[in-house]
């Protein structure tokens, strides 16, 4: 089955203790994304990556960190996070071959509070 | 930068009646749109796709149309059902370079479908 997994799904920690959330997609896809939802705020742009080795910042990229060693992985660290870093996050992906309409796909989402 | 707006941000209707929920995008230079829907704290399921040439998708009760160079688009669900209560999100994707890469979302509109 086609999919995008998400580790953890949800997750409390403490100010300033690193953390890593896991995304893995199996479609063999170029293109990963993360976002965070806040209330109001609607979905925001983290980090994404066109393929390996190459990631660039989105809309929201101060305090994370993001790395593409590997096509199906793309893991989101947060060095040292914040209170203000409490939202739901979601990893996507999605790609770009002949005919293909492009579609997105996102994980089930990650609900992180830091305390 | 790509903005996108969302009308109404919130709509209450009885069961039965056909809705249209409005997308707007300030870059007409997209390479497609897509509509999501989003239950409380979960995921985004992806609805329908249009692609920048095509003028309309229908799947079941639902109809997405484009018009493209006046920066809009319409979600039309026929003979709501309360199981259709839930947040409904459109999102662009960029045409160029780096924006290719990027989903550009709105803030949503959360529907509430009453028996």
């Known amino acids: 089955e086609a999919q995008v997994t998400q580790n953890p799904r949800y997750l409390i920690t403490v100010t300033g203790k690193k953390l890593t959330v896991t995304c893995s997609q199996n479609?063999?896809?170029?293109?990963m994304s993360w976002y965070r939802q806040d209330p109001g705020l609607g979905l925001r742009q983290i980090y994404y990556?066109?393929?390996?080795?190459?990631?660039d910042k989105g809309d929201v990229p101060e305090g994370y960190k993001v790395s593409r060693k590997e096509k199906r992985n793309f893991p989101l660290i947060l060095e040292s996070p914040s209170p203000n870093q409490t939202s739901l996050y979601f990893c996507a992906s999605s790609a770009r071959t002949s005919g293909d309409p492009w579609e997105q796909y996102f994980g089930p989402g990650t609900r992180l509070t830091v305390t | 930068k790509q903005e996108v707006t969302q009308i109404p941000a919130a709509l209450s209707v009885p069961e039965g009646e056909n809705l249209v929920l409005n997308c707007s995008f300030t870059d007409s230079a997209i390479y497609n749109l897509q509509w999501f829907r989003q239950d409380p704290g979960k995921g985004l399921t992806s609805l329908l796709l249009i692609q920048s040439s095509q003028r309309e998708q229908t799947s079941g009760r639902l109809n997405a149309s484009l018009d493209k160079s006046s920066g809009r688009s319409t979600l039309y669900i026929a003979a709501s059902q309360p199981g259709d209560s839930a947040t409904y999100l459109c999102a662009v994707r960029g045409n160029r370079g780096s924006t290719l890469g990027r989903l550009y979302f709105g803030r949503g509109t959360q529907l509430t479908v009453w028996p």
């Open positions: 479609m063999n896809h170029e293109y």
């Open positions: 990556s066109m393929n390996v080795e190459v990631t």
